[in-house]
């Protein structure tokens, strides 16, 4: 699969729902454009994992030593709240109640596509995230990303 990428800015129905845009959608492999996977984030956020990557990041987990305590408490507690999704006729995703309190979705809600997954955000949270007092992204991009030259 090619990298997602881009912002969306969509809105939460009454039901839940929003509508998967179009643009996001193409992206994906042609089988892949309705079924995914849902399911709590970091940083107060949801996934949004296209099949075959959701698989994958079960394989990931189930390769790590299970007998470790860490190990069975992030599996349970990475797998709390996934849910499987299929778009409705309508390219409508309805996400369910828990994980909407999870990432506190109000109506304006944002997709960050991740390249190989989708972050839904509610959209004041993203802004304030984004905007965080003291973040500096140069900086932060020296430390993650630099060092090329030393290497």
């Known amino acids: ?10 809105k939460l129905d009454d039901k839940g729902r929003f509508l998967m845009p179009a643009g996001l959608r193409k992206q994906l492999p042609e089988d892949e454009q309705t ?19 959701w698989e994958k990041e079960l394989e990931r987990i189930q390769s790590r030593n299970q007998y ?11 797998l709390n709240g996934a849910t ?13 109640k828990r994980l909407q309190e999870h990432a506190k979705l109000s109506k304006e809600i944002v997709l960050v596509a991740q390249i190989d997954k989708v972050e839904i955000w509610d959209q004041e949270t993203f802004d304030s995230w984004m905007d965080e007092p003291g973040f500096d992204f140069d900086s932060l991009a020296e430390e993650v990303m630099g060092g090329g030259d030393e290497e």
């Open 1 to 10: 699969m090619k990298s997602l990428i881009g912002e969306y800015n969509c």
């Open 68 to 78: 470790l305590k860490k190990n069975r408490a992030f599996t349970r507690m990475f």
């Open 35 to 53: 079924e995914f996977v849902i399911n709590r984030g970091l940083d107060e956020c949801l996934v949004l994992y296209p099949i075959s990557v």
């Open 84 to 96: 499987n999704i299929t778009l409705d006729g309508n390219a409508r995703v309805n996400i369910p």
